[in-house]
């Protein structure tokens, strides 16, 4: 009987040991979050239609369109966040020529026309130009215009041309 009491007094006697530390040693777990404006283009993009014209010289006569008319579509950006300034860049179309822009139709011709930044078709939009843009929360609509120019020569087809738009912010 005296071995169990031993026994099981060494054995509660272990248990109630703790164990001893040489030291301790703290440390920190840091935490971070970045939250970012994000965009979303709205829709396939921007279109410009100029309609129907009758198969002619247009001598003294542009012809302009653009995506606030009837048929036309401004590129909308949709964004959550705060302002932010980005970079949209206008691509080489389809049938560009060097830095000229061209709408070309299923048999290869050509109609030349040029893509503008303003109303008044002053400011270019060659292929590789960057614009500086702003960016607020919500809805962001970009108007682009186009012009063909006076004397070109309009054979009966259905002309189109792509541009590709990068939005970096």
């Known amino acids: 009987m005296k071995m169990k009491l031993l ?17 301790t040693a703290t ?30 010289d247009v001598t003294g006569l542009n012809i302009d369109a653009d995506t606030t008319a009837s048929g036309g579509a401004g590129f909308q950006v949709d964004c959550n966040g705060s302002a932010v300034s980005a970079v949209l860049t206008f691509g080489s179309g389809l049938n560009d020529v060097g830095s000229e822009r061209f709408m070309a139709d299923a048999a290869g011709f050509k109609i030349p026309y040029g893509l503008y930044l303003d109303p008044g078709r002053v400011k270019l939009a060659d292929p590789g130009r960057a614009e500086v843009v702003v ?32 939005l970096t912010f």
């Open 7 to 23: 026994y099981a007094t060494a054995v509660g006697t272990l248990l109630s040991i703790t164990p001893a530390h040489a030291g």
């Open 27 to 56: 440390g920190q777990v840091d935490m971070r979050l970045g939250v970012v404006t994000s965009c979303t283009v709205i829709g396939a993009g921007s279109l410009i239609d100029f309609g129907n014209v009758p198969a002619e």
């Open 135 to 166: 960016l607020v929360d919500g809805n962001n609509n970009f108007d682009f215009y186009a012009r063909i120019p006076s004397g070109t020569v309009l054979p009966v087809g259905s002309y189109a041309d792509i541009i590709p738009l990068t």
